[in-house]
């Protein structure tokens, strides 16, 4: 398993995974699906954030395909020490060690840069991600009851922070 920074070629593989991601609608950062064209679209907005250090984001790759993803976005002006994350695992990689792999590497970097605060955004049905936010040190700051609508169910939407 390598985790490494994303870099352009991995775009049409990182388009699946989200896109295999936003159909099971339980993410919050990927929520719809996107072309290839759309992606490398933000893909270039994301290497333009990236040259300011204002976003990261890694991949994970076993047997030469990506399994994983991780990103962390920093907060503007006021809340400049803030970085909120995200991380999405393949669904048949999930619960072998890659989305605790991707959210370390993350973490270690946040770090190594200066990065104060560290926040998360759950769905209240996405059990697993809590859980390892948890694991990592996160506590639940807040919650919106019925903040999140899918179709016509309701779930909180939950906060989740870390002080590096």
Not at 39 to 58: A, G, T
Not at 109 to 136: D, P, R
Request: proline letters at 1%.
């Amino acid at each position: 398993m390598l985790i490494r920074e994303a870099i352009l070629s991995d775009v049409p593989e990182l388009n699946k995974l989200l896109n295999s991601v936003a159909r099971e609608k339980i993410h919050l950062s990927v929520n719809k699906t996107k072309t290839l064209k759309e992606r490398e679209k933000w893909f270039k907005k994301y290497l333009e954030k990236r040259k300011k250090n204002k976003k990261i984001m890694l991949v994970c790759l076993k047997n030469n395909k990506i399994v994983g993803f991780s990103s962390a976005k920093r907060k503007n002006g006021k809340k400049s020490h803030v970085w909120e994350i995200s991380y999405q695992v393949k669904k048949e990689y999930r619960k072998i060690g890659i989305g605790s792999t991707l959210l370390s590497k993350l973490l270690d970097y946040l770090k190594n840069i200066g990065a104060e605060q560290i926040i998360a955004f759950v769905i209240e049905t996405n059990k697993a991600s809590a859980t390892l936010l948890k694991k990592f040190g996160f506590e639940e700051v807040g919650r919106i009851k019925k903040g999140i609508k899918i179709g016509e169910n309701y779930c909180d939407y939950i906060l989740f922070q870390k002080t590096l």
